[in-house]
């Protein structure tokens, strides 16, 4: 593509999906470089922890990241600094946010109208009030506005090809009339081993503590058990879809945190006493194996009745998303043109290098929109 | 989005996808036209079917295509010449192919150089000879030149977000290892029909007949029977991972065409001498039930030994590929990032308005890239 001679980056986070996305934006600049048509230079200006930056007051590239940051005594740019800053970049500049901040997402609208990019996994952006949704839009390039470009595909399922493909039905003119899976990776493990479809499986709080020992859990279970990261995706795919959502808790969300131990002081000790309540989850279980099904914790959204809800449901055991694997996540979309047989979409929804894989794609776009 | 305030579009083909197209088009262009920020207009300058076409020496737009076209007694313009008329247009024009025809496929170089863009499902220019693909991406904006953009998501899968979803594994520097699935729908309706993963199932040449009554196939079915159409995808995608890929014969593709039958001089006297091989597709289907499998018809890119190969394979019951339903198409990526579970997308990939759908986005992609 004929791209711009040189897009200035900042980098927000360098945790998992930070580190992972500035693996692959190191190789991205290297290919865009060496492109014969119209080399493109990708300059590192800014990183930025929750506790230190490392960045130069002429943009000079960041050479080294990891010994500059490592090496840095420079606390992070107050966020209205740090816009000040990247607006006057000599060149066009795209923010990637890669934490799940709220005070970095509420900042979105100013850096837009800006006219500075974001790229970003951060759901918070996308998910927490409407107005801050129509702030994001209304200033962006890609919304109604005249300033930056926003895109957030890793949002909702990683890199999975999610957020584009609901776009581009929307776009077409398609008719989506529901939107139904399963969007965390913890969900998928948990339910996937407490009953698979060959039947078997454990107990509820002991998959729990698999899970967290494998890494499939937030630090704090509860983060994921309480379903709102569920509902912040669901949240984002109903707005796309024109539903007027006003927060992640306006619709129905089960939690799966037994109301007693809603009080517990420590993830420790909610692990602790989860057992107590191993029996009310075998009877969900055994009521479906009653009737051939399985238990999965799903989202769905019916788009003709504006209805959001996410909690547990039962499937046929020949359902797809029964026969969902380990941590996988699945969005099926049914729309007027894909019939019966909804549009499927399946793969690893949560892990650093996937959801970085999201975050280069998006940003690849928005150079190609900058050119 | 900031878009140009006028892009020109010229529509070659009117049969099921042109259409569908030319509707999905409509709607669009009244969107655009009453986008709050940058106002876009889509002029539909020409639209041409093998037989007639219709277009004015001033660019006027057309104003009812059905009318138009129907009362239109000019022939077709010679590609030069069609190539000559864009050229002039007071704008960037974009170029939708909706045939599937060789002689316009190999005209995309030199409309390509001149600047016009290209949106198409037509596989032939994708998966003819290699110099072909390398004349297009060498003269392309998205490939190593400076002229026009040429997208082509429904030359596989149809609507489906097979080719961006592969494009962006690549782009963001994914090890891709294997792409497996079933890429043609006729294929999947026989197989998913001859033998169900519940058991039973028709003879095979019923499911042929039965197919070919549904519209499933192509007027004469040996198209489909031979494998070429599923070889043309396999090439397209196979080159997209990089591998040289000569032409769709250079590798093994399996015909279902018994040898016997190759000299039939029709489809209808094919149709009639099939049942005489139903023994040995009955055969084939007891040896799988044997070891618990089905046999499907699948296509598979092996990256890493470069091979690309087409035919029956035996799949387990509870592999996603022997559950697929109805005509369904799956497209399995196994990448390095995504592990042993691949990164899978599935749904419908044939029809009028599922290729009208990837062809519509595209072209989506392409305005925003002329602004």
């Known amino acids: 593509m004929p791209l711009p001679r040189q897009v200035f980056i900042a980098v927000i986070g360098a945790g998992g ?48 990241w990891e010994a500059e940051l490592q090496n840095s005594t420079t606390p992070p740019l107050p966020l209205p600094q740090l816009a000040d800053y990247l607006v006057k970049a000599p060149g066009k500049v795209v923010l990637v946010d890669n934490t ?20 970003t996994p951060n759901k918070k952006a996308f998910s927490s009030t409407y107005q801050l949704w129509t702030d994001i839009f209304s200033g962006a390039a890609n919304g109604t506005g005249t300033g930056g470009y926003v895109f957030h595909e890793s949002s909702v399922g990683a890199g999975l090809p999610v957020i584009s493909t609901l776009k581009d039905l929307v776009e077409t003119g398609d008719d989506v009339r529901k939107i139904e899976g399963v969007f965390s990776g913890t969900m998928s493990f948990l339910f996937n081993s407490f009953q698979p479809v060959s039947g078997g499986g454990g107990k509820f709080s002991a998959e729990v503590k698999t899970a967290k020992e494998k890494g ?48 517990c002081s420590s993830g420790d000790e909610f692990l602790s006493r989860l ?21 999965r914790f799903v989202g769905s959204v019916d788009v003709p009745k504006g209805e959001v ?3 547990l ?22 729309t007027k043109r894909y019939g019966d047989n909804p549009l499927i979409i399946q793969g690893a929804g949560a892990g650093g290098e996937v959801t970085a894989m999201g975050v280069t794609s998006d940003l690849i776009k928005v150079v190609r929109l900058l050119q």
Chains 1, 2 share one sequence.
Request: aromatic letters at 8%.
């Open 17 to 64: 999906v930070g580190k992972a996305f500035l693996a692959q934006l190191s190789h991205l600049a290297s290919n865009l470089s060496r492109s014969p048509g119209a080399p493109t230079y990708l300059s590192l200006i800014l990183l930025s922890t929750s506790k230190k930056s490392v960045y130069h007051s002429d943009y000079k590239s960041l050479s080294n």
């Open 100 to 119: 799940s901040n709220q005070d970095v997402a509420d900042s979105y609208p100013p850096f837009l109208k800006k006219g500075i990019s974001i790229v």
């Open 216 to 263: 499939f859990t937030e630090p704090d279970p509860r983060d994921d058990l309480n379903g709102l990261d569920v509902a912040r995706k669901l949240t984002i795919l109903a707005r796309l879809v024109g539903l007027k959502i006003e927060s992640p808790t306006s619709f129905p969300v089960q939690s799966l945190i037994p109301k007693e131990l809603e009080s």
């Open 313 to 334: 449901e039962k499937f046929d055991k020949s359902h797809p998303i029964a026969a969902l694997k380990g941590s996988d996540n699945i969005i099926a979309f049914y």
């Open 275 to 295: 057992p107590e309540f191993d029996n009310e989850m075998e009877e969900l279980k055994a009521d479906a194996e009653k009737e051939g099904k399985v238990v």
């Open 309 to 311: 809800k996410v909690g």
